[in-house]
Structures are given as structure tokens and as C-alpha cells.
């Protein structure tokens, strides 16, 4: 891949979703992100209302598991617009989508895409890494009809692991060009996120940001 570091950083969403973490730590993210560049940070529903300008303020629903009702993680979506967010990246039921359930999926992003209007980006985390190669594929082709703009690897807090590049190849191939493909979990290294970036990702969700970045 032939990037340079500011490329990069513009496919980036600086991401904090530690539980533990602070406004404080929020406040240096957004520091930290305008310094590298970065094109979001994204940060937990509870952390808003924050003041990011210059950087796209992207939020978390049904994090990270995906259990939540419907209609519970369209109302945490439809807070997070209200109170600034401009992107939401929402977990869907995986469960429903190891058992092939696609209609629920479909139910399920649909719920959320309502909730949040057209104007708001809608990431859906399908975790991967938990899904079947078939379930990978179906259950994008349910975002795309769901309305979703991206489809994302992962939460990065699931144990089966987090983006692989065989999963962003199959994830783009499907999309086809369409929807985004956000890789997210794990991505650590700069060759990590090359390689995730020339198997099809058009957005990265990074925590160690920098450290990336210093590779270039």
C-alpha cells in the first residue's frame, strides 16, 4: 500500500470505549485526534455531550454485546444524534445471526437506521470473528437493505478476536463498493492496518492511533 500518514490518519476513527474511562480521557483523545489528523473520534453514549469541532463525533450503541432490545438501542442511537453524534456504530443481535436469523437482523439495523434519520451515518458491527463465512455475507447483505452506510468487523472486546483481513475481503466483496467496510478490533501495527486497508477497508477504528501512524 502506498499511503502517506496523513491519508491514513483521515481513515481513522480514534477510538476510547475503555469502561473505565474518563471525561478527562475523552478530553485528551479529542486533543490527541486533532493532532494526528484523525477523521473521528469515537466514544461511549454517556460521554456526550462533547465539543470536538474539526473532528467527526462517532458513537456506540448496543456495546458491546448486541443484547440489547431493538428499540433500546435505537433509543441510545437517537439520544447520541440528538446530542451531537454524527456517526453510530451499532452491535447487532450476533447471536441471530450464528443461528441465521437474518430477518431479525434485518429487524434489528432497520430499528436503529429509523431511529437515527437519514443524516446520520449507521456502522453496523457484525463481529466477524464469531460469524460463519456465509453469515458474514448475509448479514451485510442485511445492513446494505437495512440502509446501513458501513459494515464493521468488530467491537474489539469479543473473545473469539477482533478484524482479520480474510473477513475485510469477504466483507467488501459483498458490499461491493456500496457500504463502507470499517475493520476495527485488535489493529495495532502499521502493517496491520495496511493490510487491512488493501484488503478492502475503507475506515479504521484504531485505539493506539499513533502508534500506527509512526510507521509512516
Same mark, same amino acid.
Given at each position: 500500500?502506498?499511503?502517506?500518514?496523513?491519508?491514513?490518519?483521515?481513515?481513522?476513527?480514534?477510538?476510547?470505549?475503555?469502561?473505565?474511562?474518563?471525561?478527562?480521557?475523552?478530553?485528551?483523545?479529542?486533543?490527541?485526534?486533532?493532532?494526528?489528523?484523525?477523521?473521528?473520534?469515537?466514544?461511549?453514549?454517556?460521554?456526550?455531550?462533547?465539543?470536538?469541532?474539526?473532528?467527526?463525533?462517532?458513537?456506540?450503541?448496543?456495546?458491546?454485546?448486541?443484547?440489547?432490545?431493538?428499540?433500546?438501542?435505537?433509543?441510545?442511537?437517537?439520544?447520541?444524534?440528538?446530542?451531537?453524534?454524527?456517526?453510530?456504530?451499532?452491535?447487532?443481535?450476533?447471536?441471530? @445471526?450464528?443461528?441465521?436469523?437474518?430477518? /431479525? =437482523?434485518?429487524?434489528?439495523?432497520? #430499528? !436503529?437506521?429509523?431511529?437515527? &434519520?437519514?443524516? *446520520?451515518?449507521?456502522?453496523?458491527?457484525?463481529?466477524?470473528?464469531?460469524?460463519?463465512?456465509?453469515?458474514?455475507?448475509?448479514?451485510?447483505?442485511?445492513?446494505?437493505?437495512?440502509?446501513?452506510?458501513?459494515?464493521?468487523?468488530?467491537?474489539?472486546?469479543?473473545? @473469539?478476536?477482533?478484524?482479520?483481513?480474510? /473477513? =475485510?475481503?469477504?466483507?467488501?466483496? #459483498? !458490499?461491493?463498493?456500496?457500504? &463502507?467496510?470499517? *475493520?476495527?478490533?485488535?489493529?495495532?501495527?502499521?502493517?496491520?492496518?495496511?493490510?487491512?486497508?488493501?484488503?478492502?477497508?475503507?475506515?479504521?477504528?484504531?485505539?493506539?492511533?499513533?502508534?500506527?501512524?509512526?510507521?509512516?
Amino acid at each position: 500500500m502506498s499511503l502517506t500518514r496523513a491519508e491514513l490518519a483521515r481513515m481513522v476513527d480514534h477510538t476510547l470505549l475503555k469502561p473505565e474511562a474518563t471525561r478527562a480521557d475523552v478530553e485528551a483523545l479529542i486533543v490527541e485526534g486533532r493532532a494526528l489528523g484523525v477523521l473521528a473520534v469515537c466514544v461511549s453514549p454517556s460521554m456526550l455531550p462533547i465539543h470536538a469541532e474539526g473532528l467527526v463525533t462517532a458513537v456506540v450503541a448496543g456495546f458491546p454485546s448486541g443484547k440489547h432490545h431493538s428499540l433500546v438501542k435505537g433509543a441510545e442511537a437517537r439520544l447520541a444524534v440528538d446530542q451531537g453524534a454524527r456517526e453510530i456504530d451499532m452491535v447487532i443481535d450476533i447471536g441471530a @445471526a450464528v443461528e441465521g436469523d437474518y430477518n /431479525a =437482523v434485518l429487524a434489528d439495523i432497520l #430499528t !436503529v437506521r429509523e431511529a437515527i &434519520g437519514p443524516s *446520520a451515518i449507521l456502522k453496523v458491527i457484525i463481529e466477524s470473528a464469531a460469524l460463519s463465512e456465509e453469515a458474514i455475507v448475509e448479514t451485510c447483505v442485511a445492513a446494505e437493505r437495512a440502509g446501513a452506510n458501513f459494515v464493521k468487523t468488530s467491537t474489539g472486546f469479543h473473545p @473469539a478476536g477482533g478484524a482479520s483481513v480474510e /473477513a =475485510v475481503k469477504l466483507m467488501a466483496a #459483498t !458490499v461491493g463498493g456500496r457500504l &463502507g467496510v470499517k *475493520a476495527s478490533g485488535g489493529i495495532r501495527t502499521t502493517e496491520a492496518a495496511l493490510a487491512m486497508v488493501e484488503a478492502g477497508a475503507t475506515r479504521l477504528g484504531l485505539s493506539g492511533t499513533r502508534a500506527v501512524l509512526d510507521g509512516l
